[in-house]
């Protein structure tokens, strides 16, 4: 953990972990408001309306018009609730983070919504097997079971383990998942038709973590953080080429600069990556300049996503990291629509030949990339370009023969040139050999 | 009213016909999905995408109304 003066403990300081009497000691007991009308929102929407709290898993979207959305497509069957720590995104661990040090503010914001929207049932959805961090599913669903014998809920809280790849945190795959089918992206929206075909809420963790504050403590705290258009304070999962990498919250709209420093990343890194695999590379002069707020990060053509960090390390060629992360996006693919099938494996394959030194396949990298957004059967392709399009706008200039197939092709939307780098020495070096020239 | 084109990526095999009766406003990738090039239906080709729709295999073109005119 960071220990900074740009940091702002909110949710991480309810650090009780399983201990629900230290939970409620720290910050009183679960503030519940009664029940609701069926497809209304109970007296927590206009406060969380207030608040302007919008969802952390990479979309901020305005909490309390999800919840209106959610209440509006409730049919005869009440409502449900799925807190999304799937956390597929590799270069994130907050939500993990989150629910080993404040299982209880997470459940009690799933309550409170859940009240809220007249849903009976809470699903807590967490990987199944997490790689080299702790397996939260046993433990929560104790929790679970500890806040039901206390009586502490008005609704069923569930413990679901998802299958750990990279689209089960995906909502409609997520919601798939949970009714029994594979772990795919859908093309049906869970806020209409969800879990068990019931209208259903679905957020990530930490947005549930800072509702169970806001329905305690009120818009005018929560706003005392953060911008007017993105209040409060989040989570960042900040990693590469930081002396301390890990979990850290800001308030919004801190100076991306202060961040660095308070993980105290290398001096002028080449480049940040923001949002994670499915982000975008921003030159590291570009990214010091922005603010930590979903307004600035789209203004400079990036995205905070689920608060994603990534300082890429000195020795680490921009192109190459950008490569190997776009060869495991392609095996992670769902492979239910085109761009997926064809798309992802063409564009990792064009990128390898690229960086070998083949123009043709940089030209090609670059067609194809224009041509993947918005055709996809969720948004996985899109991310992908996303991705390797920034990387030949912040790394092109290292790309060999970059320069030469730029003069062809003056109606490249791809700016190159900047940034080259610490990687731009390294991959000409031993790669003049298989340049290609046409 | 504006009528819009919508694909199912997911339902949509890249069969084709889309494009083959609709190519002012669909051409398709080098894998033989569908591209919109401009997914807003004008009044000349309601007919064409009418026919489109019901003739996709997979059912995946839908022509829906437009969300603009119904702001």
């Known amino acids: 953990m960071i220990a900074d003066t740009t940091t702002t403990a909110r949710l991480l300081k309810v650090a009780a972990g399983a201990d629900y009497t230290a939970h409620t000691s720290l910050i009183g007991p ?55 720590g799937m956390e597929s995104e590799p270069l994130s661990t907050k939500d993990g983070h989150l629910l080993a040090t404040a299982p209880h503010l997470v459940m009690d914001g799933a309550a409170l919504a859940a009240e809220a929207i007249g849903a009976d049932r809470v699903i807590i959805a967490v990987p199944a097997a997490a790689g080299d ?5 046993p433990w929560l669903d104790d929790l679970a079971a500890e806040r039901a014998a206390r009586g502490v809920d008005p609704v069923d809280i569930v413990v679901a383990e998802g299958p750990k790849r990279y689209l ?41 973590a800072h509702l169970g504050l806001i329905g ?105 990291r950008t490569a190997e992360i776009a060869r495991w996006m392609e095996t992670q693919g769902a492979g239910q629509c085109g761009p997926c ?19 043709a396949a940089a030209d090609r990298l670059r067609r194809r990339l ?32 970059w320069q030469d197939s730029r003069r062809q092709d003056p109606g490249s939307r791809l700016s190159g040139g900047r940034g080259s780098g610490a990687g731009s020495a390294a991959l000409r070096s031993g790669r003049r050999g298989s340049r290609v020239r046409r | 009213m504006t009528r819009q084109l919508r694909i199912d990526f997911i339902a949509c095999e890249g069969a084709g016909l889309c494009a083959e009766l609709l190519p002012e406003l669909i051409t398709r990738d080098e894998w033989g999905y569908p591209v919109v090039t401009d997914d807003t239906v004008p009044d000349r080709l309601r007919q064409h995408a009418r026919q489109a729709e019901r003739l996709c295999p997979k059912l995946a073109l839908r022509v829906g109304r437009s969300s603009l005119s119904s702001a």
């Open chain 1, 133 to 137: 961090r702790p397996r939260l599913g």
């Open chain 1, 341 to 359: 099938r064809f798309g992802l494996r063409a564009l990792s394959a064009d990128l390898d030949r690229a960086l070998r030194g083949d123009i």
């Open chain 1, 168 to 208: 089960s945190g995906q909502e409609t795959a997520l919601v798939n998942w949970v009714n029994g089918g594979p772990a795919l992206p859908t093309t049906t929206r869970p806020f209409k038709k969800g879990v068990e075909g019931r209208a259903t809420l679905v957020s990530n963790a930490e947005t549930f």
């Open chain 1, 216 to 320: 305690r403590y009120g818009p005018k705290w929560f706003r005392a953080a953060g911008t007017r258009d993105a209040p409060g304070t989040a989570l960042l999962t900040i990693s590469g080429a930081v002396v301390h990498p890990g979990v850290l919250e800001v308030p919004l709209g801190i100076p991306v600069q202060e961040v660095l420093r308070a993980a105290d990343a290398i001096p002028d890194p080449a480049a940040v990556l923001f949002g994670g695999y499915g982000g975008t590379w921003l030159a590291g002069t570009d990214a010091a300049a922005l603010t930590i707020d979903p307004e600035s990060m789209k203004a400079a053509g990036a995205a905070l996503g689920p608060g994603i960090i990534h300082v890429l390390p000195r020795d680490v060629p921009g192109l190459l």
């Open chain 1, 370 to 401: 224009a041509l993947l957004p918005g055709r996809g059967g969720c948004a996985h392709p899109d991310g992908t370009a996303r991705l390797v399009t920034s990387a030949l706008a912040v790394f092109g200039a290292a790309l060999p023969g």
């Open chain 1, 30 to 84: 679960l503030p519940l408001r009664g029940s609701v009308r069926p497809g209304r929102v109970g007296p927590l929407g206009p406060i969380v309306a207030a608040a302007g709290l919008r969802g952390r898993g990479g979309g901020w979207f305005p909490f309390a018009r999800k919840m209106e959305a959610v209440a509006a497509a409730t049919g005869i069957r009440p409502p449900v609730v799925v807190v999304n």
